[in-house]
Every structure is written in C-alpha cells, then in structure tokens.
C-alpha cells in the first residue's frame, strides 16, 4: 500500500469529509508529516511547512504536477478543513 493510501485511510478513520480525503489532502498530511514512500509512519514529524513548501514536497516526492499558482487551492481544499478539525494550528 503507497504513503498516498495509508494517508486516506488516516484521513477515513479521522472522519474527515469525503472531499478532503482527496490526493491534494493526502499529500498535504504527507508534507507536514516530512514522510516519503519508506519513510515510517513512526518517523513522522511536526515542524512547520508553508504552502510552497507542501507542494513542492508532492511535486518532488510524489510525482505531483501542482503549479505554484495552486496555493489558494491548498488552503481552501485542505489546511482550512484541517484548521476546522483542529488537526493544525495557525502559528502566530
């Protein structure tokens, strides 16, 4: 099972909405997480991404094609679900 199918069923078990169970949310959990394909979930960290960054790391890790310009996409698709569900914090 790919890190993309193991993050949905994350995403499943957390109940999240069906729509933020997407690739762009799976690949965000990835990112925030620093986990690649052989990375263990074990390993999984909690430092703090911008958004660049979060697509950057889909770009290069999971063979995502997100333009830079896709960056309102990731806010409103994914981290301010993820704000609601108080699974991120807005860092201040």
Known sequence: MSKI???????????VPAKQQ??????????????????AWANATNGWIRIHDMIAFSNNNY???????????????AMHHFRNAAFICNRF
């Not at 199918?5 to 109940?15: P, S, T, V, W």
């Open 5 to 15: 199918d193991e993050a949905k069923e994350i995403l499943n078990a957390l109940q």
């Open 22 to 39: 997407n690739g762009m949310c799976c690949c965000v959990l990835l990112a925030m997480a620093d986990l690649l394909e052989d990375t």
């Open 63 to 77: 063979g995502t094609t997100y333009a830079e310009n896709s960056r309102e996409t990731f806010r409103k698709q």
